[in-house]
């Protein structure tokens, strides 16, 4: 999976409480990206990082922050989780300047009740 | 909202067949690229095709892009039984850093 471990990979919590994933690269790639995944809607881009402490949103960020102090972290905070939050999430990472082709982690199974 | 539509959405076919999966998009792009997912893993990057190029292939993989009709397709020839997956196709426009996803199209290689 290309240098990217994903924490952790399996998860159960309670809805309202605080959830942190993690992404780690050992890539060096300057880009990385989280993403939902979702029966019928195939890969969502939530929110994206193009260096350390510059993200942006992507097309679900509601409900999600993120943070990335170290070019190899790259962190997905859901405040205060959700039962529609329940899905598998994604991270990847990307090089400047080739193509955007994103190598990706082996994901988070993300449950809440 | 989703770039690419994939059609099938699911595709079941006899091993040493072919696989043909397509993709259609709605706005002008830098580049169309596939990707495959095996069960419970993350997406494996497949092959890319840029905006000026008709077609490519990769081993057994064989992909065609027109830009005028906003479309794709993947052709796998004599599938094997490891092509089961799903299979994503993924959109990235010019100057964006992003690609946007299809809903996927599931493919099983009957033995």
């Known amino acids: 999976d290309a240098g990217i471990t994903q924490s952790p990979r399996h998860k159960v919590t309670e809805t309202g409480t605080p959830v942190t994933l993690r992404c780690h690269q050992t890539?060096?790639?300057?880009?990385m990206y989280w993403y939902r995944q979702d029966p019928g809607h195939g890969l969502r881009l939530i929110h994206y990082?193009?260096?350390?402490?510059?993200?942006d949103k992507g097309e679900v960020s509601d409900g999600y922050s993120v943070s990335r102090s170290k070019t190899e972290d790259f962190l997905l905070t859901l405040e205060s989780a959700t039962s529609s939050q329940t899905s598998v999430y994604f991270c990847?990472?990307?090089?400047?300047?080739?193509?955007?082709?994103?190598?990706f982690g082996p994901g988070t199974r993300l449950t809440v009740l | 909202s989703q770039q690419g539509e994939e059609d099938p959405q699911a595709l079941s076919i006899q091993e040493g067949e072919n696989a043909t999966m397509n993709c259609s998009y709605k706005t002008s792009i830098n580049n169309l690229q596939w990707y495959r997912q095996n069960s419970g893993r993350g997406l494996v990057h497949l092959i890319l095709i840029r905006s000026n190029e008709r077609e490519k292939h990769s081993g057994r993989l064989r992909v065609t892009l027109d830009t005028s009709k906003k479309s794709s397709s993947l052709l796998i020839t004599a599938s094997r039984a490891a092509d089961t997956a799903s299979y994503f196709c993924a959109t990235a426009s010019q100057g964006a850093q992003k690609l946007v996803f299809g809903q996927g199209t599931r493919l099983t290689i009957n033995p």
């Open positions: 890539e060096n790639h300057r880009y």
């Open positions: 990082s193009y260096g350390v402490k510059d993200t």
């Open positions: 990847a990472i990307s090089q400047a300047g080739r193509d955007n082709e994103q190598f």
